[in-house]
């Protein structure tokens, strides 16, 4: 039997941050709100001449280097992002080029904020069929393009920074389980309505959110999708080590995680000097997580997250 284990994580944040209080400065908007209704504090915004497939170099840079791998080792990209470089070719090949990477399949997955998951389950489905045997998976954003500055219940949440992961061959359990939704009814709930056609930008090429409806969507699903694993797995949420939530609303994480009875000293919680990074937030969390020495060898670890679409899922890890 094979499986797929992680064997290397990274992170990137843009350099620049910005605070709640320079926000004050942009929109009638306050520290207080932000926080209070958040939990947000500062979030990382790139530079604009940077891309998204800048910002996932160096995360999978990162990543590469913590599993000691090189270019030659892998076989397999794919980047989950809802803020690509171009309309085509994909960031992944685009990805692929920067990293001295030859001939290897390589594709963009675009799930919004459940598609880091989408696409660790996608290379998970690669690696234990033997396709592959090192997959980089990146979540790579930058939310600042696609924010209306003048829109205040919307250009406070979001923030800039990819995650990366080295999803490797095991002969041991790596990934337990992957479990994804979707639910297109719900597509104009969150979105960026906007297109290219006829040499020009048709529609709004902004985030439009109706916050409310997603915050209740949010914690009904997330509950179900982890209840979901640890059902498949056998397991009770008590048995969960670490649950790493997509980093939107630290109110959405603390009705989750109070939900499922899992105490808050358990779960990973980046959205305060983050905001939400939509695809890259779970790699983001995960990185730092590991690298600070919080998750340990035989932990379990469960991923989930929820975004337009509406899409959702999770996947449960044995580290
Ligand atoms: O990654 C998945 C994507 N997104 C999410 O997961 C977001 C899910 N939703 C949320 O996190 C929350 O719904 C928000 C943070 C977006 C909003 O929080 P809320 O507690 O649901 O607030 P609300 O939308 O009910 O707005 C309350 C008030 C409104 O004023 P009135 O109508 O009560 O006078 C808003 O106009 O807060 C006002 N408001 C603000 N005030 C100050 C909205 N944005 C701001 C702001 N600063 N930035």
Redesign the pocket.
């Known amino acids: 039997m094979m499986y797929s284990k992680i064997i290397g994580t990274g992170g990137y944040l843009p350099e620049k941050i910005l605070t709640n209080k320079d926000?004050e400065a942009m929109?009638?908007?306050?520290d207080e709100?932000?926080r209070t209704?958040?939990g947000i504090q500062q979030r990382h915004i790139a530079h604009k001449d940077q891309v998204a497939s800048d910002l996932a170099l160096y995360a999978s840079q990162n990543a590469m280097q913590a599993a000691g791998v090189t270019q030659k080792d892998i076989d397999l990209i794919i980047v989950a992002t809802t803020t690509p470089d171009m309309v085509f070719p994909s960031t992944a090949c685009i990805l692929q080029e920067k990293l001295g990477i030859d001939n290897c399949p390589a594709f963009d997955v675009q799930a919004?904020?459940s598609g880091f998951v989408y696409a660790l389950a996608t290379a998970d489905m690669f690696v234990r069929s033997g396709k592959c045997r090192n997959a980089l998976v990146v979540g790579s954003e930058i939310y600042s393009k696609i924010l209306d500055w003048n829109d205040?219940?919307?250009?406070?949440?979001f923030g800039d920074g990819a995650g990366a992961v080295v999803l490797s061959q095991s002969e041991h359990p790596g990934i337990l389980s992957t479990h994804l939704h979707a639910s297109g009814s719900y597509s104009k709930v969150?979105s960026v309505p906007g297109s290219i056609g006829g040499g020009e930008i048709q529609g709004t090429p902004f985030i439009n959110?109706d916050?409310?409806t997603?915050?209740k969507f949010?914690v009904k699903v997330l509950e179900e999708v982890v209840r979901e694993a640890i059902a498949e797995n056998n397991l009770q949420a008590a048995d969960i080590d670490w649950l790493i939530p997509?980093q939107?609303?630290i109110?959405?994480i603390k009705s989750t995680a109070k939900k499922l009875g899992i105490p808050m000293e358990k779960v990973v919680t980046a959205v305060n000097k983050h905001g939400?990074t939509?695809a890259a937030?779970i790699p983001l969390a995960l990185d730092m997580a590991v690298r600070d020495g919080r998750i340990n060898s035989d932990q379990l670890v469960l991923l989930e997250?929820?975004?337009?679409g509406f899409t959702w899922g999770a996947a449960l890890l044995r580290w």
């Not at 929109?27 to 306050?30: H, I, L």
């Not at 205040?152 to 949440?157: E, G, I, Q």
């Not at 997250?305 to 337009?308: E, R, T």
């Open positions: 926000l929109v009638d908007t306050s709100w932000i209704r958040t919004v904020c205040r219940s919307t250009c406070v949440l969150l959110m916050g409310n997603v915050f949010a997509h939107a609303n109110r959405i939400n939509s937030s997250g929820v975004g337009g």
